[in-house]
């Protein structure tokens, strides 16, 4: 089945360490999206990328980054600089920047602190 | 991106249609009207969106009022897994970043 899987489920992270978050789609889809998504509230956007290779920062970047060397993944990598990284993580990708282009979600990644 | 406003809850019994209402009276010409869904601990499902006429798909029809300053979506016959929080987000056509701002949404009670 075509659709955005993100991996782990669930991750812990220790004070001081960067963790990774995965995310890959088989939608053959250029652009792809990095939300936080804190309980009880609205995503708010980390970083997207509408090709390979580049990258843009959204509303809340710092403390987190990104690559975009295959069409298919944009990993996010939590820094100890994110000094409040407890939170949902969600990746979605898009067949483009559009308007008429829908953003498709991932089942998320829920980030908690050691 | 134009607001939205949405009622905080709704309640529909299983079988009977779900309508969920969203005011977007500042919305511009070349933005589209988009619903989303969440249910607890997963990620956003998209349902439907439109730019003017009414839509149809698998899963619910978009019905914009013709100064499409509002918009209604249902739900034909509601389950009890239709229970989530339903989102209505306006999306410009060329947004510089392209982010979907999710308000509060409607929380939709499906009962047996």
């Known amino acids: 089945d075509g659709g955005i899987t993100q991996s782990p489920k669930y991750l812990f992270r220790k004070e001081g360490q960067n963790v990774t978050l995965s995310c890959e789609q088989n939608l053959n889809h250029d652009a792809m999206y990095w939300y936080r998504q804190d309980p009880g509230q609205g995503l708010r956007l980390i970083y997207y990328s509408q090709i390979v290779n580049d990258f843009q920062k959204g509303d809340i970047a710092e403390g987190y980054s990104v690559s975009r060397e295959k069409k298919e993944s944009f990993p996010l990598t939590v820094t100890s600089a994110q000094k409040n990284p407890t939170a949902f993580y969600l990746c979605a990708s898009s067949g483009g920047t559009r308007g008429n282009q829908p953003q498709h979600f991932g089942d998320g990644t829920r980030l908690s602190i050691l | 991106d134009a607001k939205t406003t949405q009622p905080p809850s709704m309640d529909c019994a299983e079988g009977r249609a779900a309508n969920l209402p969203c005011n977007h009276s500042t919305i511009s010409g070349n933005e589209y009207v988009y619903w989303y869904r969440q249910i607890h601990s997963q990620g956003p499902q998209y349902i439907i969106h439109?730019?003017?006429n009414n839509e149809t798909n698998e899963m619910a029809s978009l019905i914009i009022t013709e100064d499409r300053k509002s918009s209604t979506l249902i739900l034909p016959h509601a389950t009890l897994r239709d229970t989530a929080v339903y989102y209505c987000?306006?999306?410009?056509?060329?947004?510089?970043?392209?982010?979907?701002?999710f308000g509060t949404g409607t929380r939709l009670q499906v009962f047996p």
């Open positions: 439109g730019l003017k």
């Open positions: 987000i306006v999306r410009g056509y060329n947004s510089d970043t392209d982010k979907l701002i």
